[in-house]
């Protein structure tokens, strides 16, 4: 509607404007001449680029159907060098005194390949991992190799939890527990007496600077995380008692996710300086300062303070970190501590992304409608039909509301039995025709009537997409999180149809109906008209963070297939480093306390007793049977 050129006039330059996959994409993704959505590496200085295509090809000649999540291993890497060389680059810049510790925060992504390849290839730069929980703790210590790199402790510690930590610290490893509340303390002292080995403690800082974006009500005073000042107080008497405030040495905070502006950055760990200089003139050695995550991803590629976009750059959040703790300390004479930064989101995100495919498309394109109607039929609908090809920009608020009255009319004469079927279908044919013609007239309209504004959204097409949005992007459903969506191939022609996406769970939430387009936000996505006979591909894209495990199995939809890349050659040659399975229904059942075998048995013997009572053969129990047990093996989507 909004785009008047031929089809043939389409270039896929057109595509990557539409779609915004330069802005979003931070160098990341591209398309091809072919039109196709592709992964962009460096590798040796040289730019390679792959079509997404190209590897779902390969998934499916190895067996993986659709959904799937893919993982491209160089971005994962690429995003901790830039990380950790953008830390460098700013301390250089500033000249401070001493080098950053970058931990990866195990939640924002736990997946055992995930979190051995962040060990595996952070180990050059002493990447450390967070833990929040007995769990992550123990993928920490287990995933670790390099005794330089940090272990961060978060969240709620019990003995067990610290027992485990002081272990850690016996064979030298560098593990912190930091303090979320005060009463975990006294465990600790006890614990460390008890097992004779020191800890290293950190506190966590209740800042009173507040953040923009989502979780802007969690900041500040009504954080739920972190000790008051007082606490904090507190903590060090306690230490100074049992002569162990030497142990404090690491101050904490965080944020919030997802900070969109640099300004609250700024402001925050201006706050923390002056609390980490408090604390060394108290006299706990300190050396540590850790400024947790909120490191931004653009989602939306807006360059902007808006909540799912940023509007400063890596290096510039770095120069800004360093740039005040340098000046904050310089001006009380403190010693530079070792950075130390909890960057989750901004080191998986763009390594994942949801590909799935199109199983049906409801059209709201009205039927043909005929030359002339019924001589019989009720007069409301010969009226209705009067309004088809009247309608112009002068009398187009008009022949809105008689369409609209004159379809409730011939509705109500339905209810009431005056009129039939074929009445009502072809009422409410003439309708969406009427509303049809009506939409073509909005980009000449001078001022858009407001019950004409969703106009394009309700004549707009639904994509049903072969995914759960529950299991695969749970944050679209819990927190309106927007991310970058698009078809991953046919960018050469122009997309015609505009279309909302809803997934397979029959949930009415189970849908995605707000797009953040360079256009700006939008309640439909334009899209490609379906070909028969051949599959329509989707990607969602930066959904390394956080989705996979949040995810659920709303209508028992389970985990989806997993294929991790990693692009090797410099001819765009990559290897499928490894496949994981979705779950099975037989993996989804048993989450729920079903017994599969038994589950079997019951329906063996519905089947058996079947075959007693002649309703059935043998043979064909044998195939009911067979069906039943693939059935269990099978994938929880929907299969071709
Ligand atoms: C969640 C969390 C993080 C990760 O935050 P991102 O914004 O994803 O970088 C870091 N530290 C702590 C304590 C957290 O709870």
Known sequence: MTNLQQPQDWTVEDSADLYGIREWGAGYFDLTEDGNAAVTVEINGKTITVAIMDIVQGMQDRGMEMPCILRIENLLDFRIT?????????????????????????????????????????????????????????????QLTDHESLII??????????????????????????????????IIIERSKALGIEPLIGVRLRLSTTVDGHWKDDSGDRSIFG???????????????????HCLQLLHSHLGSQIPNIRNVRTGVAEVCRFYCGLVKEGAPMGYLDLGGGLAVDYEGSSSNSTHSMNYQLDEYCVNIVETVAEAM?????????????????????????????????????APIPAEINEDSPEVLHSLFALKGTINIDNFQECYNDSIYYRDEVRELFHRGHATLRDRALAENIN???????????????????????????????????FSLFQSLPDVWAIDQLFPIMPIHRLNEEPTRQATIADITCDCDGKIDKFSLPTGHANT???????????????????????????????????????????????????????FEGDSISDVLSYVEYNPTTMQEQFRKKAEAAVRDGKITVAMRKQMMKAFRESLQGYTYFER
Do not use: W
Request: with cysteine; hydrophobic share 40%; aromatic share 10%.
């Open 330 to 366: 310089n001006s009380e004479e403190v010693a530079h501590p070792v950075l130390v930064s909890e960057s989750g989101r901004a080191t998986v995100a763009y390594s994942s992304m949801l590909l799935f495919n199109i199983l049906d498309v409801r059209n709201q394109t009205p």
């Open 153 to 186: 402790c978060n969240g709620y510690k019990d003995a067990e939890f610290i027992e485990l930590g002081l272990y850690a610290r016996q064979i030298g490893i560098r593990c912190f527990f930091v303090l979320e509340t005060p009463t975990e303390l006294p």
């Open 82 to 142: 830039e990380l950790n060389e953008a830390f460098a680059a700013a301390i250089e810049l500033v000249g401070y005194q001493n080098h950053y510790r970058g931990v990866f925060p195990i939640k924002v992504n736990q997946q055992c390949h995930v979190v051995e390849e962040i060990a595996n290839f952070g180990s050059r730069y002493n990447h450390g991992l967070e833990a929040g929980s007995k769990a992550e703790l123990i993928i920490a210590l287990s």
């Open 525 to 579: 996505l334009p899209l490609h008209e379906i070909k028969k006979d051949e599959e329509y591909y989707m990607g969602v894209f930066l959904v390394g963070a956080y989705q996979e495990t949040l995810g659920d199995l709303h209508n028992l939809f389970g985990d989806t297939n997993v294929v991790s890349v990693k692009i090797e050659e410099e001819d765009g040659g990559y290897n499928f480093q490894r496949e």
């Open 432 to 466: 969406l025709s009427v509303l049809g013609d009506i939409a073509k007239l909005l980009p000449e309209m001078t001022r858009i009537p407001s019950e004409l504004e969703n106009l394009p959204e309700l004549l707009s097409d639904i994509y049903y997409g072969n």
């Open 227 to 245: 000790l008051s000042t007082s606490a904090l107080l507190d903590v060090v008497d306690e230490l100074k008692k049992h002569d162990m405030l």
